[in-house]
């Protein structure tokens, strides 16, 4: 006889410790606290105004399926991004537009590994990369990372170590989420040599591209994309570039042609990704540079008040160099315990804030079970006031 049972590969999977307390946050707020959400990676922040007036000038009568590789226009639009970066080479036919970063990384790990294959990442990571991986049957594998160097890659030897025969691929983000730690061009050029050397393939997450402090610039991969052509594999997306995460747009973008070839099957079965979304954003070329110009120094304000604030509580950080977000060690024995509290039994003045526990980050059991990831999404008094409620919750909190 049959039983009634779920697969072993649901069964494995945990909660998101980015979403896992959001119920805890919607019975403070019906208990008529303030919560301030600084868990999650959906910013405040205006979408371009292009995007916007697109949206009420929708010219059809009727929402029909777009082409499984993409509009052709957002394709277009697409390709003229990466141009304006300086990356002329890349042509419509080595993009496939997915839902957002989070489609592409899945296609990419169903494309690119079989069930019980190995990929290599740097703990903490995304802590999604877990369910897609789970998508696929990949198991992944972590080289730990250390707030004590800014979350920089250890010595190229370390990641070498774990290569074996079932590894397929090293996953890089970059800028990262969570540490906010941007990388050399000796660290990225390291790690590309490594995956041409032992025959991997080297996936870029580079949702946070244009997320950049202090003057400095991210390396991307897609520098390197002509010369290597079959081992580089970029994932993008929309959501955190123009604020736009509820479109769901990102795209999966190799010159590795039989990759390509291959991956549009799996795209074709799920049909296309949303045509209104992709009209939306076919204004995205001409997005002006001042839009991100301001976006980013609002978020250089942010990652400096969030930073210092931290610091002068006597918490433990290192300065994100990108993205937005902070990993902090917290003076608790464990932080799930404290973010629970923090939400559900704590406020000041009315206020409360959430927080992503930052243990469900690492593939390490024990490492960063003190430490929470603080999404620096909200304006600057918000986080003012965030900062506030964390010094006075800490002086309270007994483990
Ligand atoms: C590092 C990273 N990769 C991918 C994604 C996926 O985002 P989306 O599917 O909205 O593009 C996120 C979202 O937070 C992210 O932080």
């Known amino acids: 006889m049959n039983t009634l049972k779920l697969s072993n590969r649901i069964s494995s999977l945990t909660p998101s410790p980015i979403r896992k307390l959001a119920t805890l946050a919607v019975t403070a707020e019906q208990q008529g606290k303030k919560v301030h959400k600084l868990n999650i990676g959906d910013p405040d922040i205006k979408s371009p105004e292009k995007f916007l007036d697109a949206l009420k000038n929708w010219p059809k009568p009727q929402f029909g399926y777009a082409p499984s590789q993409g509009d052709a226009q957002f394709l277009s639009s697409l390709t003229d991004y990466y141009k304006k970066l300086g990356f002329d080479y890349l042509n419509k036919e080595d993009i496939l537009t997915t839902w957002g970063g989070s489609e592409a990384l899945i296609l990419t790990l169903m494309s690119v590994a079989n069930p019980g294959d190995e990929v290599i990442t740097f703990e903490p990571y995304y802590t999604n990369y877990n369910s897609f991986a789970n998508f696929a049957g990949v198991t992944i594998t972590a080289v730990s990372t250390d707030i004590k160097n800014g979350f920089h890659f250890p010595p190229v030897k370390e990641v070498e170590k774990l290569i074996n025969n079932k590894t397929k691929a090293i996953l890089i983000c970059n800028p990262n989420n969570p540490t906010g730690t941007v990388y050399t061009k000796e660290e990225v050029e390291e790690l590309l040599k490594l995956c041409v050397k032992f025959n991997l393939f080297i996936i870029a997450d580079e949702v946070y591209r244009e997320f950049v402090y202090d003057g ?23 959501s955190k570039r123009y604020s736009v995460c509820g479109l769901r747009l990102g795209a999966l973008i190799s010159k590795n042609k039989e990759l390509l070839e291959k991956t549009l099957y799996y795209a074709q079965a799920r049909l296309c990704a949303g045509t209104l979304d992709q009209y939306v954003a076919e204004s995205l070329n001409h997005v002006e540079k001042e839009y991100f110009d301001n976006v980013i120094s609002e978020y250089e304000l942010r990652r400096n008040t969030l930073y210092e604030g931290l ?8 300065k994100p160099e990108g993205a937005f977000y902070i990993v902090a060690g917290l003076p608790v024995k464990n932080a799930d315990d404290f973010c629970k509290w923090l939400v559900s039994e704590f406020s000041y003045n009315d206020e409360t804030v959430l927080l992503a526990p930052a243990a469900g980050f690492y593939k390490t059991p024990g490492l960063g079970i003190n430490q929470v990831r603080i999404a620096y999404v909200q304006n600057v008094e918000v986080l ?9 919750a800490l002086k309270l909190y007994k483990d």
């Not at 610091?311 to 290192?318: D, F, L, M, Y």
């Not at 003012?384 to 006075?392: A, F, T």
């Open 216 to 238: 400095k610039k991210q390396i991307s991969l897609l520098e390197y994309m002509d010369k290597y052509p079959d081992n580089i594999i970029i994932c993008d997306s929309l």
């Open 311 to 318: 610091k002068n509580i006597g918490i433990e950080v290192t």
């Open 384 to 392: 003012k006031k965030s900062l506030k409620v964390l010094e006075e």
